[in-house]
């Protein structure tokens, strides 16, 4: 009796497991945004190349409010159609790879931080924390708005 009491909250807990983990958005989908997974100096030219804004998302994987933004505003229908057409937009964790160089080039200090560049590559401005869909396309309209 004690064994299939313990096997049926085994299924239980697998089905529960299972079924949350299904619901939940992929980082990047069909209709969110598209990042490019290539280098940042191939991101650079890529922008410059598509005379196109660059979106660097600056995270961490720890970063509980950078999972949020992966998965509740990157995913968005609206946001991916507004950034991929106007951003080549990539992802760095600040912690690996280019990453720390990056911090420090864009002076990284809290995570996400939302760092915007013209097509040349210059500096335009970042912001912090997380933002939802409506907000976040917001600040994406004021980057490209900027003269």
């Given at each position: 009796?004690?064994?299939?009491?313990?096997?049926?909250?085994?299924?239980?807990?697998?089905?529960?497991?299972?079924?949350?983990?299904?619901?939940?958005?992929?980082?990047?989908?069909?209709?969110?945004?598209?990042?490019?997974?290539?280098?940042?100096?191939?991101?650079l030219?890529?922008?410059?190349?598509?005379?196109?804004y660059?979106?660097?998302?600056?995270?961490?994987?720890?970063?509980?409010?950078?999972?949020?933004?992966?998965?509740?505003?990157?995913?968005?229908?609206?946001?991916?159609?507004?950034?991929?057409?106007?951003?080549?937009?990539?992802?760095?964790?600040m912690?690996?790879?280019?990453?720390?160089?990056?911090?420090?080039?864009?002076?990284?200090?809290?995570?996400?931080?939302?760092?915007?560049?013209?097509?040349?590559?210059?500096?335009?401005?970042?912001?912090?924390?997380?933002?939802?869909?409506?907000?976040?396309?917001?600040?994406?309209?004021?980057?490209i708005?900027?003269?």
């Amino acid at each position: 009796m004690k064994a299939a009491v313990i096997t049926l909250l085994s299924v239980f807990t697998l089905l529960g497991i299972f079924s949350f983990a299904s619901n939940k958005k992929p980082y990047t989908t069909e209709e969110g945004i598209q990042f490019f997974t290539g280098t940042w100096q191939q991101a650079l030219d890529k922008a410059k190349k598509e005379n196109k804004y660059i979106f660097l998302d600056a995270y961490a994987s720890w970063c509980g409010p950078c999972k949020m933004m992966k998965h509740k505003t990157f995913t968005e229908k609206e946001v991916g159609e507004f950034y991929n057409k106007h951003f080549i937009c990539i992802a760095v964790d600040m912690e690996k790879g280019e990453g720390p160089s990056l911090a420090n080039t864009y002076s990284v200090e809290a995570y996400p931080t939302l760092v915007f560049l013209r097509p040349n590559g210059t500096f335009l401005g970042k912001t912090t924390g997380y933002h939802k869909p409506k907000e976040f396309l917001k600040v994406g309209e004021q980057v490209i708005n900027t003269k």
